[in-house]
């Protein structure tokens, strides 16, 4: 396990080294760049409730990707078993996703009111179009001459998806996955930059008109770190549905 993380904790630390060096040595002044252990120190401030902010933010950014997840593979499913619906939707989909996110979180902010609620659904809205593209693409890339081998035994159609096209979409969905877990973080934070009562975006708006950076830079750290719990997630329910379908298989 070392020598498969080894490098990658080293860049971390470097990373961390480096930032020391800069506060310290390196002539960056204080209030643009507050050192590790100052930045640290933020957690402690009286003012700032950090697990409130911390859970808002995580139950924001989460909520929302499983939404997106649950709802782009559905979606997926249902272009699959449908050509006309997925001629009909698909373009309509992609003209949707060329509208700036950024441009509909006031709007969700009007419609939604503040809170946990307009924060998922632009969670949601930035993460979601990933999923279905790949999905969609996964379950329709499967080798003719397969499908045509298991129609000649008379498999029914829910057999085909789950034998053949289901497996074979896997890698598809998983990828869009990725890229929906760094999605989905940033979608948060729009959310909370634009207008919410908590969060650590909220927290870093906040931070900003007291031109508290320690507490800022504190902020940016816990969401790269849910950021990476939700990455984190994707990569471990990956290894453990690839493992077991193998082993089905």
């Not at 003209?95 to 509909?104: G, I």
């Not at 990828?175 to 927290?203: N, P, Q």
């Amino acid at each position: 396990m070392l020598r498969r993380h080894g490098p990658a904790i080293l860049a971390h630390l470097a990373v961390l080294g480096l930032w020391a060096w800069a506060t310290t040595w390196g002539g960056v002044p204080r209030f643009i760049l507050p050192g590790p252990l100052e930045t640290l120190r933020a957690l402690s401030a009286p003012q700032i409730d950090w697990p409130r902010h911390l859970l808002m933010t995580a139950a924001q950014a989460f909520g929302g990707f499983i939404l997106a997840v649950v709802v782009g593979v559905a979606l997926a499913v249902v272009f699959t078993w449908s050509a006309a619906l997925r001629r009909a939707l698909m373009p309509l989909l992609v003209t949707l996703n060329l509208v700036p996110k950024v441009a509909l979180a006031p709007l969700f902010i009007v419609w939604l009111g503040y809170g946990l609620v307009p924060n998922i659904a632009i969670t949601f809205v930035i993460s979601f179009f990933p999923i279905v593209i790949t999905t969609a693409r996964g379950l329709a890339e499967v080798e003719p001459e397969l499908l045509d081998l298991v129609r000649t035994v008379r498999a029914t159609r829910w057999q085909v998806f789950r034998k053949i096209q289901l497996p074979s979409s896997l890698p598809y969905l998983f990828s869009g996955m990725r890229v929906a877990a760094v999605l989905a973080i940033a979608g948060t934070v729009v959310g909370e930059f634009i207008g919410s009562e908590a969060g650590l975006g909220f927290v870093m708006m906040a931070a900003q008109g007291t031109l508290d950076t320690p507490a800022m830079v504190m902020a940016l750290i816990l969401i790269t770190l849910v950021g990476v719990a939700i990455y984190a997630a994707v990569v471990a329910l990956e290894r453990a549905v690839v493992t077991e379908d193998a082993r089905l298989g």
